[in-house]
Nanobody
Framework: QVQVVESGGGLVQPGGSLRLSCAAS????????MGWFRHTPEKQRELVAT???????NYADSVKGRFTISRDNAKNMVYLQMNSLKPEDTAVYYC????????????WGPGTQVTVSS
């Protein structure tokens, strides 16, 4: 089972950038599709980006063209580069291994808070 710890969040002005990191444990990491979710009280949980073991990616319409997900299988890491941030991107961001492309499979990490505000 994959366990994760997210980092890299913070306070940023609208239009700014952040890079989130997800450190994953587990010898089977490289075979899993990984995803970044975000959670707000209003929208609950939203899957914003996924990356398959081979590197193909998929994005929610709300972040397409602004966010980029990547992975380093040698380091058991997943990243989310977030550009052109908007106030509505404010959320706690989590990563997780996925089953069937969208269903979280592992334990949830602590998450990392992203706040976009002037």
């Amino acid at each position: 089972q994959v366990q994760v710890v997210e980092s890299g969040g913070g306070l940023v002005q609208p239009g700014g950038s952040l890079r989130l990191s997800c450190a994953a444990s587990g010898s089977m990491f490289s075979i899993y599709t990984m995803g970044w979710f975000r959670h707000t009280p209003e929208k609950q949980r939203e899957l914003v980006a996924t990356i398959r073991s081979g590197g193909s990616t998929n994005y929610a319409d709300s972040v397409k063209g602004r966010f980029t997900i990547s992975r380093d299988n040698a380091k058991n890491m997943v990243y989310l580069q977030m550009n052109s941030l908007k106030p509505e991107d404010t959320a706690v961001y989590y990563c997780n291994a996925l089953w069937s492309e969208t269903i979280p499979l592992g334990s949830w990490g602590p998450g990392t808070q992203v706040t976009v505000s002037s």
